[in-house]
């Protein structure tokens, strides 16, 4: 009774000192070394009150419970980040480069609205035809003869989450993919799918974790003409602690998709096999198995991290006249450096190899930096990421791609090299 | 649309098979305690697990090792009862458990108090903590730069994936990387023991640990004792931590009231830590 006495009274001054002097803590050392001085409490006692104390006031400060700021907003974040880059292409053939000077600006919001539900609103630089890329290029676009024009935003993603607990999150709207790869050789990470993501989640024991995403994707949807494309994606997979050091991931993605074969191609330039009427050829249902092995410090912390991971991806609707060269892809590839590049002199270090097959999957969803977003190429990324401070980074990214048709005007080399400069906020 | 209806099936079918395994309708009678986190913390309560549930046969005590950031991790997503920690809550930990409705609560268990040892030969009896940075980090290599014999140091630390590396990077070396030709051991022991077979080395053990094979040097003017760990004079004391979401209450309550009743900080002393009372 006499400590938690003490606790109580040590914890109000504590309060009634924030704002105040922020060395009033120090102060509160000092009357407990005066307890125990005068006897009232031991060393022990007083390292316990003392600690606890300062404990329960920042866990009541985080909660917002002497927070001057209304509710809401204290259950809001705001989030984003801005990307400036220079970027170099060639292409085997052509008389000149391709150099352009472009940015990315990303901003959004996320809303708590109780303990089990979240909304999240954000908007993004880019066009509403393209969503691989946020980019904007600065100068001319294109034909456009405009110095200095204005640049459109786009709503980027909207959802509304619920998660009544930790091993259930139900989304709805347009939001972040909620299926896992390791690499974006099928998905670009701009692209957020619309539609419906359940995500299951559960740790089995100290080494195991079980995940299961599931996807419902509204590609295209016409009540009118009934002309639907949906894809479903179901995606168990397993988290396994090999030892303090060494993480490996690794799931499997199962594909589905309706309305899409016979049906017309969704972009300009598909890569896809068509018809003569240009409609796809082929379904793209398939299958996606993906890992992550993850080693903090290996060769005796020669580096900080050393990341392998690798996709394989096989249309099992595609059948013949297609080949089965076609209807396969992968990648394999290394990450090594610090894991995560936050702060001055971070860096990290990648090196990919991709492959996709004309009908390995639908050829609207891989990275648009990748031989230019196509199916049925083959190509090697290197990427260099250095940190230059908290929350910003510089990065050079390079990319060598080949069509695997050997032929043809527009089946050229390319490559092409990024240099960014990263700022999130 | 028989392929969706199939999927759902499946889904659903999944998800009521992971209800079941976290333990529904189905679980054990027997109340259980799950503790997960430091593994300075683990042999304290790996003992005291092992006494309570002998006077408790009722109450089942699950403890796991990891690491404090993943026992806190495991408390946020409820999947365990207590975080046992080797150092306080982060803020962008605290932040997520705001964030999953989860309100940590701090229980200070023991004190422990990180002795820097070398061999008894040696004459150097005192360091101070920008010295014992600089031989870590290897700016300083020789005993002669500090006062001792013309020999070369011998570095030795705890292995990467201890509380007690953990603890002392962040109290002696501000976060900085241990020079990488370290010698690495497994535990206090190995540490204490090369210590003694080694004239030129330099180590550090939990105060629990000390042997009169080695020698304990002062830190800062300070020498190591559980007075001055207690009354934080000496640089390199922490509190451990016992984290649960909120007040903790029945089974839970009575085994961190246990641990630190007398017969608990007997125990933690027998495990080579401070006692509180």
């Known amino acids: ?425 | 649309m028989k392929v969706f209806k199939a999927a759902g099936l499946v889904v659903l079918f999944l998800g009521l098979a992971l209800q079941v395994y976290a333990g529904g309708p189905y679980g054990e009678d027997r109340e259980k305690v799950i503790l997960e986190g430091s593994t300075t913390v683990l042999p304290i309560a790996q003992a005291a697990a092992e006494t309570f549930m002998m006077k408790n046969p009722q109450v089942d005590v699950t403890v796991r090792g990891g690491g404090s950031g993943v026992g806190i991790a495991s408390l946020i997503d409820g999947t365990c009862d207590i975080a046992n920690s080797s150092r306080p809550i982060k803020d962008t930990e605290l932040d997520k458990a705001v964030t999953n409705g989860r309100s940590p609560k701090a229980c200070v268990i023991a004190m422990d108090g990180i002795c820097v040892i070398v061999h008894p030969s040696n004459s150097v009896n005192a360091l101070t903590m920008k010295q014992i940075k600089g031989i870590y980090t290897g700016a300083i290599s020789n005993w002669s730069q500090v006062g001792g014999p013309d020999k070369k140091i011998v570095v030795i630390s705890r292995d990467s994936s201890s509380g007690t590396f953990e603890a002392f990077g962040t109290l002696a070396l501000n976060s900085a990387k241990v020079r990488p030709d370290a010698l690495m051991q497994a535990s206090n022991q190995a540490i204490a023991s090369t210590v003694s077979r080694t004239e030129g080395a330099i180590g550090y053990v939990g105060l629990g640990y000390l042997t009169p094979e080695v020698k304990a040097i002062d830190v800062d003017g300070v020498k190591a004792s559980k007075e001055t760990v207690l009354n934080n004079k000496y640089a390199l004391g922490r509190p451990l931590f016992m984290y649960t979401n909120g007040e903790p209450r029945d089974e839970v309550k009575e085994f961190i009231d246990y641990i630190l009743s007398p017969d608990g900080q007997k125990m933690v002393e027998e495990q080579g830590f401070v006692r509180l009372k």
């Open chain 1, 1 to 425: 009774m006499k400590n938690f006495v003490i606790a109580l009274v040590l914890a109000g001054l504590v309060v009634l000192s924030l704002g105040v002097r922020p060395s009033y803590a120090g102060e509160i050392d000092l009357l407990l070394q005066k307890l125990v001085d005068k006897g009232i409490l031991t060393p022990g006692e007083a390292q316990q009150i003392g600690t606890e104390t300062k404990e329960q006031v920042k866990q009541e400060i985080s909660a917002g419970k002497y927070s001057s700021l209304p509710q809401w907003i204290q259950n809001t974040k705001l989030k984003g980040d801005f990307r400036f880059r220079y970027e170099n292409g060639q292409e085997e053939g052509q008389t000149q480069d391709s150099s352009a000077a472009r940015i990315r600006a990303r901003v959004g919001i996320e809303s708590k609205i109780n303990d089990n539900m979240k909304v999240g609103i954000g908007v993004a630089t880019g066009t509403t035809s393209n969503p691989r890329s946020t980019n904007v290029t600065l100068g001319n676009q294109g034909t456009a003869n405009t110095p200095a024009s204005f640049k459109s935003i786009i709503l980027d993603y909207a959802y509304g989450q619920y998660t009544p607990n930790n091993n259930f999150t139900f989304i709805g709207g347009k939001f972040k993919n909620s299926l896992w790869q390791p690499t974006d050789l099928l998905w670009d990470t701009d692209l957020n799918p619309e539609g419906v993501a359940i995500n299951l989640a559960q740790k089995l024991n100290n080494r195991w974790s079980f995940f299961m995403n599931n996807l419902w994707f509204a590609m295209k949807n016409d009540t009118r003409s009934d002309a639907q494309s949906m894809m479903f994606a179901i995606q168990p997979g397993v988290d396994y602690t090999v030892n303090d050091k060494t993480n490996l991931r690794a799931a499997m993605a199962g594909y589905l998709f309706t309305g899409v074969q016979g049906k017309a191609k969704f972009n300009n330039w598909a890569t896809n096999s068509l018809s003569s009427a240009n409609t796809y050829l082929y379904n793209y249902n398939s299958l996606n198995p993906s890992f992550l092995l993850s080693i903090k410090e290996p060769f005796r912390g020669l580096v900080p991290y050393l990341g392998i991971y690798g996709d394989y991806i096989y249309n099992v609707s595609a059948k013949h006249p297609s080949s089965y060269a076609d209807r396969y892809g992968f990648d394999a590839g290394i990450a090594f450096g610090d894991e995560k590049v936050g702060d001055w002199k971070q860096w990290q270090a990648k090196i990919m190899y991709s492959k996709l097959g004309r009908d390995s999957f639908l050829d609207i969803f891989p990275d648009s930096d990748r031989y230019s977003g196509k199916t049925n190429m083959k190509a090697i990324e290197a990427i260099y990421e250095f940190g230059l401070g908290k929350s910003t980074s510089f990065v050079l990214d390079y990319y060598y791609g080949t069509s695997l048709t050997k032929s043809g005007p527009n089946n050229m080399p390319q490559q092409v090299i990024q240099a960014d400069w990263n700022l999130k906020f």
